[in-house]
């Protein structure tokens, strides 16, 4: 069992960046994809970006250019990097770990875009 920890967020205004971890309690070099997803009161939970082990990643639409994700096998850690936040990415961002039979979910950061 891996628990994952997200930690990052926080009150940013509009146009600002912000970098978001996960951290792993154990080792993520075998779970086969790690992402990001968020959800809001309004809306289901939504996926942001995922990272294969072997370096695929996948992004909304509506974060592409702006997000990047990014995994340290080594340091057991995955990130998201977050540029020109909108007002539209106000939501808990939640770390995510999956592979066959795994599925692991962090307790959530809140991310507040807001001037």
């Known amino acids: 069992q891996v628990q994952l920890v997200e930690s990052g967020g926080g009150l940013v205004q509009p146009g600002r960046s912000l970098r978001l971890s996960c951290a792993a309690s154990?080792?993520?070099?075998?779970?086969?994809?790690m992402g990001w997803y968020r959800q809001t009161p309004r809306k289901q939970r939504e996926l942001v970006a995922t990272?294969?082990?072997?370096?695929?990643?996948n992004y909304a639409d509506s974060v592409k250019g702006r997000f990047t994700i990014s995994r340290d096998n080594a340091q057991n850690t995955v990130y998201l990097q977050i540029t020109d936040l909108k007002p539209e990415d106000t939501a808990i961002y939640y770390c995510?770990?999956?592979?066959?039979?795994?599925?692991?979910w962090g307790q959530g950061t809140q991310v507040t875009v807001s001037s």
């Open positions: 995510n770990g999956w592979s066959p039979l795994r599925d692991y």
């Open positions: 154990g080792s993520i070099s075998s779970i086969y994809r």
């Open positions: 990272l294969t082990n072997g370096g695929i990643t």
